[in-house]
């Protein structure tokens, strides 16, 4: 199940050396690379164990959750983006244009709106909110969201176009519902909300990363369950059958797969856009249709991207820093639209 | 249906609107009786009653009917120039492209006059249009393409657009309620700025209602009765968005209007395009007028914005569009 176009070279045997030496790059540049400028050594000495209390402060609490956070949420949206673009067979689908992403936003948003006018309606500062219980929340809605967009592509006969016009539908409202929520009741909380559905690893803390550990295990446990469904799947319900698969029983889990992957990143880090669009055809043009190298190309350039999206957006505003979800969407957009000229 | 019953359709829906209209001069946070609004309407006074009807109640309504038309007429425009059924200011970022700028001037510019807005909004939404076009031609005009392009450009514009949101601190709130789209407190200066950018868009649109007919052909068979297609799509492309340029800085984004009522009106089978556009702007005028009457009375004294309305109600009409197949182009059904 290589190639299945004789144009297309075998895939380069330092593709994933070289993604390793990129990883350790960036990964670099994020530790060592931010608004509070600290000399190197003093960063050697906090990693071996030592450094003053301020240096530790920043990087054992700050800097590094907020890289693993980001690390754990770009596996995530890569990996959802390749899971839905093989089973959906439709490379432009993304859990930001399935209505994934609105759910989570949309839960999150009530869940705020909820415990400040409810529970805690004399709430003045962000420490009194339930924060840590946001990715939770989040990822509620968005598996909701997936859950609704796949009762609606069973009826509509797996149609990849019908899908993702589906998604597309389902996260209009759902997006439209969210903003109305915040603009009729939010008044009081809204630069959190607004912060948060920028998609942001701002203040993102050990609490968000132990959260999301478990589901980037999971979903990488999963992976050899759904691998030879994947590579069947990208044909179509057809040729799956032949191969002795149960067609809508793997759909249905890599779908599930997919859906839990993106709607706990959202629900941790906010809408991080075309991450899982941009980041499975950057590893499919990288290693050609060879699935056995895209694979994990795109769980490492997913980490990568989202590492260095934020870290960009750290040092581009400076005292105002830009969200990673603003930085993803002005490179990803044209990134899709130059696609979008180019698939048929 | 021929013009004759066309007409009476058209009627029935603008008599319904203004029915609606009156309507909605009753509740709000002091509910006034039927003699009252009339009384007020007929014979104004200082009084109470005709300040909320004539200040408060009247203008907004009617700036919601104004509105709905624009963005109907907006939605059609775009629909037979893309030969696209899904084209939709909303769907095609023209709205993301109007909204951007706007919020751009208000937060970093706020010297500039809300006069200028409608022409920040039309040029952001001209440069959103042409994007967006530009990639639908390179998958063909497919609607798959046109609703991924126009979605990519509406993400591109929205995280800017909540960017500069988040520079804007305190005001933020005041923005955050106009980029959900709603009417309340509209004024007669806010219907004043809007009217002249609708009216140009619906009465052009009627005016060239036989080119736009020969447009809803093939590109070829417009050329062979002689329509010149690159003299004429440009002024359609301009005459679709200035509706919504117009109506962006005064209601914000009020979705799926524009994608469900030139669907609404085709199912009537009126006759002719003019009859069609016609009838399209009257329904666009009930939807909105209704959606917002629904938006400021549902949860009383709250509002809601009329864009959840809006969107409430036009998401599952596009959800029921493509079970149905009618989403076709070109011999590919959606």
Known sequence: MTSNSPAIAQPNAWLLPAAALLVLISLAAAVFLGVVDIPAEDIVAVLTGGGSSEARAIILDIRLPRIVTGILAGIQFALAGLILQTITRNPLADP???????????????FLLFTVYIFNPGSHTVAELPIGWLPAAGTVGGMIAGGIIYLLAFRLGLSPLRITLCGIAIGAILHAITIGLIAGWGSARIEIILEWLSGSL?????????????????????????????????FDAAVARSFGLSYRKQFSLALLVSCALAASAVGSVGPIVFVGLVVPHLARFLAGRHFPLVLPLTIVLGAVIVTLGDLIGRLAGRAEEVPIGVVTAIVGAPALLALLRKVP | MDARKSSIAISLVVVATLLLIV?????????????????????????????????????RSLAAAVAGAGLAVSGYLLQSLTRNPLADPGITGVTAGAVAP???????????????????????????????????RGGNGRPLHLALGGISVSLFLGAITIYVLLLAGPQSTALMFWISGGFAGRTWSHLLHMLPWVIIGVVGALLLHRVIAMFSLSDHAAAGMGVQLNLWKPILLVLGICPVAGVAPAAGPVAFVGLAAPHIARLLRPRGTGWEIGLTAAIGSLIVTAADLTARTIAIPKELPVGIITALLGGPIFVYLIQRGRLEFKGERA
């Open chain 1, 202 to 234: 701002y203040a993102r803390t050990w609490d968000h990363a132990l959260f999301l550990l478990p589901f980037t295990a999971a979903g990488l446990a999963v992976l050899p369950l759904i691998y030879r469904p994947l590579i069947l799947l990208q």
């Open chain 2, 23 to 59: 309507v909605g001069l009753l509740p709000g946070a002091k509910t006034l009786s039927i003699d009252a609004v009339v009384r007020a309407l007929l014979a104004p006074d200082g009084k109470i009653e005709s300040i909320l009807v004539w200040t408060l109640r009247l203008p």
């Open chain 2, 102 to 136: 706007i919020v751009a001037c208000f937060v970093l510019l706020p010297w500039v006059s809300s006069f200028y807005y409608p022409f920040a909004g039309l040029a952001g939404g001209l440069a959103a249009a042409s994007v967006t076009f530009w990639v639908a």
């Open chain 1, 96 to 110: 930001s244009l399935m209505g994934v992403s609105q759910g989570a936003t949309l839960t999150v948003t009530i």
